[in-house]
């Protein structure tokens, strides 16, 4: 009896916990006073009876009734003896669940189940509405309310209110279409409507399971909607880790929505189907073996497992973390999770290019990358050597060099820390990531602006150094730290191979997401055009100022080796933009050359250093204010 108790105070709690949290049913009842009492012996008296003619509470002395005629199936019909109250009045509650056929009373902070949840009902009476009323003098219900709402402070001997029948589960899943969590309503009402088995519902199928302390997994059959052939339906595996070993029996929730409407969100489309799975009063992540869940869904090429976290999510989120996609064929499509939540199929509206040939491109990278690494080492050493002579440009091409060394080592370690590290180290390396490769476009654009002042801006004074250390390591911090801050922009990002779409390459970049694209296509892309632009522009006015002067005949390859840089960096990046499905060629070059960038600028070094040993004249990174200033002079009239 006192196991009895105990659970229906726990159910009155959860009552009125989930009243607004979960989204009340409106079409609920809850009617409380105050009673008052000769402060003797009290008697509840029941007498309930299926129909819908409605329902009678009242009061005297020593009784306090209800009585009517509001159920579905329960029917019962007897006094019960209350104990003595301390005082004369006692504090009351009525709970009317339609859906449920439950009605509850709590009284003085004890829970008496007056009936039963008896499963969800088709037909149920509810929409209760006050009747006639009788007042009493002394003993009676003071300080009736309804929904909170005070009907009066009168003492009154008794309330009536009178009910109409309705649809009961199809008001209820008009209702849950409304909410934004009309998911997690449903299978609250599925979990504590008692029943085992298929529990059917207009919006959702469900099967509850009872695992029991010898559940040793169990291939779940879902309740097929009218119209859906039974072999369309998706097939769910629950492993045995499922079952806690803390509790003797657990109930499981395995629902079925045909019609994903609770689900859709503007920027993502699933397929029609989606299956939840959730285990009473527990939360299960980290399975040490996945649930496997397989759909069926007409032919699609672009589709991936996606699940909706509703304890970090209060809108509709699609992730694919805690998923692996297994492509069983072209219609049928197996998913592995290690959690439980909503499970479906996502169909990418704008679908990432699959790439052809993904593993001969990422061994070519890797080891163009690794030669590069080691260029930019020797180069970096060969500068340090210049840093006590009268060469001003060593400082920027040194930043240069250590900007590209660090993005082609995080490039090469991105794909692991990718496999292997938490989420949230694999955003900070995505950031760290993109901060290197503004950094580079920030030096090129230095390189570009250096190279210009000491050929153009010949009377000028250089700039401080310590602004060129600012515009190519201070600057590009500030967007990454703005990205960093919004969330959703950086993160684990997935390469898909044309030859096996299962099993992708998985990097630490900027993620797929609407906001992250935009920042790429206006950050990364703008900032690359401007740097490629204005090396041009500049170029072309030197080249307008020297192009009469003898001395351009003798230092033109020395002239068009200054700019090698910038022109060799803005070709290749711009590769990137006329690659297609079927410029497999221009995509090789774009690889080999870009992460080759390292070796191609030791390369120029050495052979401008070379260049410069043997010809005085066309000096590049020492020319003196002399030379270019006579480079740059007006030539004399005869």
Request: hydrophobic share 35%; proline share 3%; charged share 20%.
């Given at each position: 009896m006192m196991n009895q108790r105990i659970g229906n105070l726990?159910?009155?709690?959860?009552?009125?916990?989930?009243?607004?949290?979960?989204?009340?049913?409106?079409?609920?009842?809850?009617?409380?006073?105050?009673?008052?009492?000769?402060?003797?012996?009290?008697?509840?008296?029941?007498?309930?009876?299926?129909?819908?003619?409605?329902?009678?509470?009242?009061?005297?002395?020593?009784?306090?009734?209800?009585?009517?005629?509001?159920?579905?199936?329960?029917?019962?019909?007897?006094?019960?003896?209350?104990a003595a109250s301390r005082g004369s009045s006692s504090s009351f509650c009525v709970y009317w669940e339609p859906l449920l056929d439950q009605l509850m009373l709590e009284l003085n902070g004890e829970s008496f189940s007056l009936c039963n949840a008896r499963g969800l009902q088709t037909q149920c009476c509810t929409d209760l509405s006050l009747g006639r009323q009788r007042p009493s003098q002394l003993y009676g219900i003071k300080n009736g309310r309804v929904h909170g709402d005070v009907l009066t402070s009168n003492v009154m001997a008794e309330y009536e209110f009178t009910g109409q029948e309705i649809n009961c589960k199809a008001q209820f899943c008009d209702k849950a279409a409304q909410e934004s969590r009309g998911a997690n309503m449903l299978e609250e009402a599925v979990l504590r409507s008692a029943e085992v088995g298929h529990v059917y519902l207009p919006c959702v199928q469900s099967t509850v399971i009872e695992m029991k302390e010898d559940f040793a997994g169990s291939n779940v059959t879902l309740l097929a909607p009218r119209g859906v052939p039974p072999e369309r339906i998706p097939a769910v595996h629950l492993p045995a880790c499922l079952k806690t070993a803390n509790r003797k029996v657990s109930k499981v929730v395995c629902s079925y929505y045909k019609?994903?409407?609770?689900?859709?969100?503007?920027?993502h489309r699933i397929l029609e189907d989606v299956v939840g799975i959730t285990v009473e009063n527990e939360i299960i992540t980290n399975l040490p073996e996945p649930i496997r869940i397989k759909f069926?869904?007409?032919?699609?090429?672009?589709?991936?497992?996606?699940?909706?976290?509703?304890?970090?999510?209060?809108?509709?989120?699609?992730?694919?973390?805690?998923?692996?996609?297994?492509?069983l064929s072209a219609v049928e499509t197996e998913c592995c999770c290690n959690h439980l939540t909503y499970f479906a199929i996502l169909v990418e509206l704008n679908p990432t290019r699959s790439v052809r040939h993904l593993e001969a491109l990422t061994i070519i990278t890797a080891v163009c990358c690794a030669v590069s690494i080691a260029s930019c080492a020797i180069l970096f050493i060969s500068l340090c050597r210049q840093r006590k002579s009268k060469n001003h440009s060593s400082l920027v091409h040194r930043g240069l060099v250590v900007a590209l060394f660090f993005l082609l080592v995080l490039f090469v370690l991105t794909g692991t820390v990718a496999n292997t590290a938490s989420e949230g180290v694999c955003r900070f390396v995505g950031g760290l990531l993109h901060y290197t490769l503004l950094s580079v476009l920030?030096?090129?654009?230095?390189?570009?602006?250096?190279?210009?002042?000491?050929?153009y801006m010949v009377f000028s004074p250089k700039p401080n150094p310590w602004i060129w250390c600012l515009l190519g390591f201070g600057v590009p911090a500030l967007p990454v730290i703005i990205l960093g801050s919004i969330g959703d922009i950086y993160g684990q990002r997935a390469v898909k191979s044309s030859d096996d779409l299962t099993t992708p390459y998985r990097m630490c970049w900027m993620t797929d997401s609407p906001a992250a694209l935009m920042a790429h296509f206006i950050i990364n892309t703008g900032l690359l055009v401007v740097v490629v632009s204005s090396g041009l522009v500049m170029l072309f006015l030197v080249f307008r100022k020297i192009r009469h002067r003898d001395e351009w005949r003798t230092n033109r390859v020395a002239f068009l080796s200054i700019w090698g840089l910038s022109c060799l960096f803005g070709s290749t990046w711009v590769l990137a933009f006329f690659s297609s499905e079927a410029s497999e060629t221009v995509l090789f070059l774009f690889c080999i050359i870009n992460s080759l960038q390292g070796f191609f600028l030791m390369l120029r070094f050495f052979a401008l250093e070379r260049m410069q040993k043997n010809s005085p004249s066309s000096s590049d990174f020492s020319s003196t204010g002399s030379t270019r200033q006579h480079m740059l002079q007006p030539p004399e009239k005869n």
């Open positions: 726990l159910l009155v709690l959860i009552i009125s916990v989930y009243g607004h949290a979960a989204g009340e049913n409106d079409r609920d009842f809850k009617m409380c006073g105050t009673w008052l009492h000769n402060g003797s012996s009290q008697t509840l008296d029941i007498d309930l009876k299926p129909g819908c003619s409605g329902i009678n509470i009242s009061a005297n002395a020593s009784t306090l009734s209800i009585r009517g005629s509001i159920t579905a199936k329960c029917k019962r019909s007897q006094p019960l003896p209350l019609n994903s409407t609770f689900f859709q969100k503007s920027s069926y869904h007409p032919e699609t090429q672009k589709r991936k497992c996606v699940s909706w976290d509703t304890r970090k999510d209060n809108e509709v989120e699609w992730r694919e973390t805690g998923c692996i996609t297994l492509q920030c030096w090129m654009a230095v390189e570009v602006i250096h190279t210009f002042w000491m050929m």
